[in-house]
């Protein structure tokens, strides 16, 4: 299977996913939200749960699996203090990986165990995206080709509920905009200018997620990058070109001088 991972997100959409989720680490509650996310990246072919069932702390779990057809796996608990759905979750990923029936994992997790399966998968050419909340461990994030905080799609959620309710939605921020940001924006953007300082958006959010895989717009409180680019106008520069015969518009950023 050739690998896939430096593909734009867009040229994702059809991938065929391996969705793994540790029960005992995530909320229940924004299933719905967590499932809609990873259909913008491509198809889950194959979702499944783990966690010990006969425990009421995942009772909560049990609607959500009927309604989006999650498969539960079933791990009991044998040792006190040892965590038995890391090891399922992490056996399953890689009978699923030498099966080569997808194309990339999301593993939906807050737990640093799964460190060492993410550089694995990846090293195998696996496109990895994680999901977790915003107390997940450095190492897990970077380890993955793209990571999204759980607190960012819950408060979409609430903002489409908001949207049928007529009530006011608050926008989320789960990071500022800080100097070691602004420092992250301007490298990347030299990276990838022409001799004439100018660089396509484009290639300059896969880059970002690249140096960082925990980037996402939403977690400053924009909906898209260029809203992003545009609230620095003291630090950059927007054009934004026109095809020729199409109502597309190439946008392009600089560093303003």
């Known amino acids: 299977m050739q690998p896939t991972k430096y593909l734009t997100m867009r040229e994702k959409n059809d991938l065929k996913l391996a969705v793994l989720i540790d029960a005992d680490n995530i909320p229940y509650s924004n299933i719905k939200g967590m ?15 783990y ?11 049990k609607p959500a699996l009927l309604e989006h057809a999650i498969t539960p796996i ?15 979750m992490i056996i399953d990923a890689m009978d699923i990986l030498h099966s080569e029936k997808v194309d990339g994992f999301c593993l939906v997790s807050s737990d640093s165990d799964f460190t060492r399966l993410a550089v694995r998968l990846r090293e195998s050419g696996m496109l990895v995206i994680g999901i977790g909340e915003k107390k997940t ?16 799609i819950a408060a979409e959620e609430i903002t489409k509920s908001a949207k049928t309710t007529s009530t006011p939605a608050i926008a989320t921020k789960i990071d500022s905009i800080d100097n070691k940001f602004i420092k992250l924006l301007k490298s990347s953007v030299e990276d990838l200018a022409d001799d004439t300082g100018w660089a396509f958006l484009a290639e300059l959010g ?23 680019i545009k609230s620095l106008h003291k630090h950059f520069i927007i054009d934004e070109r026109e095809v020729e015969k199409t109502h597309i518009k190439h946008i392009y950023v600089k560093i303003k001088k």
């Open 51 to 61: 966690g010990d069932w006969t425990k009421p702390t995942v009772s909560g779990w």
């Open 35 to 49: 499932l809609d996310e990873i259909a913008k990246l491509g198809i889950p072919t194959i979702k499944r749960i």
């Open 137 to 152: 461990p450095g190492p897990f994030i970077v380890a993955c080709d793209k990571f999204i905080y759980i607190e960012i």
């Open 74 to 88: 079933q791990q009991y608990s044998y040792t006190s203090g040892k965590n038995a759905t890391d090891s399922a």
């Open 206 to 228: 896969a880059l970002i997620i690249k140096k960082k895989p925990d980037f996402d717009p939403r977690n400053y409180g924009f909906p898209k990058l260029t809203p992003l």
